[in-house]
């Protein structure tokens, strides 16, 4: 016989033992009960039979043990029980009962084990497995008494109980059966729905979800991680989808440029050779332009996937920062811009430094790009409930409430940004390399008007 493959089977078939083996148990118990409650009953006999003063004279004694055993009819003797008394050398001087054998030479020796004043019951094993129940009491002037039974098997009972037993175990263990398949299958129906659901979605139905029922707790939780699991795939899912329309997008404008201006040269028989390096120029800087929004995309990717290698180091966030903004001065400069950075003096973190550097150069070319000439973008540094904040704010037109969670999409470009240079691909950055070291995101207007872009990172403790 194969065991079950299913765990429903397993399951059911483990009730099934268990059952078993509890019920055997109980039946070995009743039994060793049973017995226990005949030898106590023999005991309790051979106690009251033996019960003399152990201060008694031989004489007196003699002659309570015939009275006892001669002249009172309800203690009659039979075969299967003896009454024997032995003077303080160890013969026999009174013998009642059972015929004298190689058996009550055997137990006349146990007289010798018992201290004068004590009384002792012992079982005696005989040939073919019958038993001797023996009361052995010595007195204080050295002479014993002795009494014993054979203890009779209730063959006949025990063979009843046991039948009854075995009885009540098989049909206990067809009630596991039953019992123990039918909660086993109710057990597993989460589990088989989360197989239906998965071989669904296998076939391409992406929307199916495992049912939202009543379950056991274990089945339940694996029942919300499935669909938790099938919900996020399917965002990215969507995002994949979404990236991929708008790279294709974004990726058109300069491949149709690049194709224009080759078909251009291609036609023009006047065509000089510096008309063909400034074509090359114009070629290098958009695949530049293709370039760097490809790196950008799958840099986004593999932070949100978590698959992107970070290198956090200890860092000074403003002396970092200083670094950035002597880059952007001369920039500034020719606008009128000022660059101006406030708050900390120092401010410890956790991060990888080349991603923060790139975060800042990010934020800081967004503040210049919208901010008008002869306006301020200021860089903030703060503490705040064991945490560094930094925040980036420029001058310019600010962005609508309703674009405000908008602007973290990928590729995504409000009105008032499409005259400016970029993919829409600044802030997505930003919000990715943050989370993957830990920090996070925010957007809200400046205080004087523009846009405040604030970026919370744990403190180094």
């Not at 075969?79 to 190689?102: C, H, W």
């Not at 530049?288 to 180091?313: F, K, M, Q, S, Y």
Request: with cysteine; aromatic share 6%.
């Amino acid at each position: 016989m194969k065991f079950p493959r299913t765990l429903t089977g397993r399951l059911a078939v483990s009730y099934i033992a268990l059952t078993v083996a509890i019920n055997l148990l109980l039946l070995a118990i009743l039994n060793y009960g049973l017995k226990s409650s005949l030898e106590r009953g023999v005991d309790t006999f051979l106690a009251e039979i033996s019960d003399y003063e152990s201060d008694l004279s031989t004489e007196k004694f003699l002659t309570e043990v015939r009275e006892d055993f001669e002249d009172d009819d309800s203690h009659s003797i039979g075969e299967d029980f003896y009454v024997r008394a032995f003077d303080s050398s160890g013969q026999t001087i009174l013998s009642k009962g059972m015929a004298p054998s190689n058996t009550l030479r055997s137990v006349s020796d146990l007289v010798q084990s018992v201290e004068p004043g004590k009384r002792q019951i012992d079982t005696v094993a005989l040939t073919g497995g019958r038993r001797l129940r023996v009361v052995t009491q010595k007195f204080l002037d050295g002479f014993a008494f002795q009494a014993g039974t054979f203890l009779i098997q209730d063959t006949g009972l025990e063979r009843r109980v046991f039948s009854l037993g075995m009885a009540g175990v098989v049909v206990l263990a067809f009630l596991a059966a039953s019992v123990g398949w039918v909660m086993a299958r109710q057990s597993m129906k989460g589990v088989r729905e989360v197989t239906v659901t998965a071989n669904n979605i296998l076939h391409g139905s992406l929307e199916a979800r495992v049912p939202d029922r009543k379950a056991p707790v274990e089945v339940a939780q694996l029942a919300n991680g499935f669909n938790a699991m099938l919900d996020r795939i399917q965002e990215l899912i969507g995002d994949v989808q979404r990236v991929s329309a708008d790279m294709v997008h974004d990726l058109r404008s300069p491949l149709t440029r690049i194709r224009a201006q080759a078909e251009l040269a291609l036609r023009d028989e006047d065509a000089t050779l510096d008309s063909y390096k400034e074509l090359a120029s114009k070629m290098v800087e958009e695949s530049t332009i293709l370039e760097e929004l490809i790196h950008t995309t799958l840099e986004i990717i593999t932070l949100d996937a978590g698959t992107r290698r970070v290198n956090p180091e200890r860092c000074d966030l403003r002396a970092l920062a200083c670094d950035v903004l002597e880059i952007f001065q001369d920039v500034a400069g020719g606008r009128g811009i000022r660059l101006k950075i406030t708050g900390k003096k120092e401010a410890i973190i956790t991060t990888d430094p080349s991603m923060f550097r790139r975060v800042l150069v990010n934020l800081i070319d967004n503040a210049l790009n919208y901010s008008p000439d002869e306006a301020e973008v200021t860089v903030g540094l703060r503490s705040q409930d064991e945490s560094v904040i930094l925040t980036v704010t420029d001058s310019g037109p600010g962005i609508p409430d309703e674009e405000k969670a908008l602007v973290f999409q990928r590729f995504y470009r409000s009105d008032t940004s499409r005259r400016t240079p970029g993919a829409g691909l600044g802030l997505s950055y930003v919000l990715a390399a943050v989370e993957a070291n830990g920090g996070d995101v925010g957007l809200e207007d400046g205080p004087g008007g523009g846009t405040q872009v604030t970026v919370r990172w744990p403190a180094e403790g």
